[in-house]
């Protein structure tokens, strides 16, 4: 069987009990949640969020310039007022800079990637600093979104807060 027949067939088995088709638009909690695109993440299971509960926006390093557009969306037309970062530790973002993919890129492919950022970083915690720093300086976002920002752990599972 194929990825996608196994995809499918599974997809198949969640449709036979599923009960969620009456949920609204706007999330429960009014919450938006950016975080990496690493599959060892599962943002609804760590903070106990149920479908329906909160947007999840995820990204290379749930970087927060790239989800932006998402969170204006979340907030203005579906009524989100909290925003939570989450970084996590063994981050792959941590382990490149843009000449790095750029060069590869270029090699790979003959075109002219040196105007493409990957948003790599050097330092967790400052990344999700500066992600905060980024929505807290928005003229998009409103003055009183609840902001915050975490790193997870992916060996224990734990979120610990960054100031």
Do not use: W
């Amino acid at each position: 069987m194929s990825l996608i027949e196994e995809l499918l067939a599974a997809n198949e088995r969640y449709t036979a009990t599923f009960n969620k088709g009456e949920l609204p638009l706007p999330p429960a909690k009014k919450l938006a949640i950016v975080t990496c695109m690493d599959a060892r993440i599962d943002p609804a299971r760590m903070l106990g969020l149920e479908e329906g509960d909160a947007h999840v926006i995820r990204n290379a390093g749930g970087r927060t310039a790239e989800a932006l557009r998402s969170l204006i969306i979340s907030q203005q037309l579906l009524g989100t007022t909290a925003i939570v970062v989450i970084h996590h530790t063994d981050c792959g973002m941590l382990t490149f800079e843009n000449a790095d993919l750029q060069r590869r890129l270029q090699t790979q492919f003959g075109v002219d990637a040196s105007t493409l950022d990957f948003l790599p970083f050097k330092n967790l915690e400052q990344s999700v600093r500066d992600d905060i720093a980024l929505l807290r300086s928005s003229p998009f976002l409103l003055k009183e979104t609840e902001i915050v920002g975490f790193i997870y752990d992916v060996h224990s599972g734990r979120l610990s807060p960054v100031q």
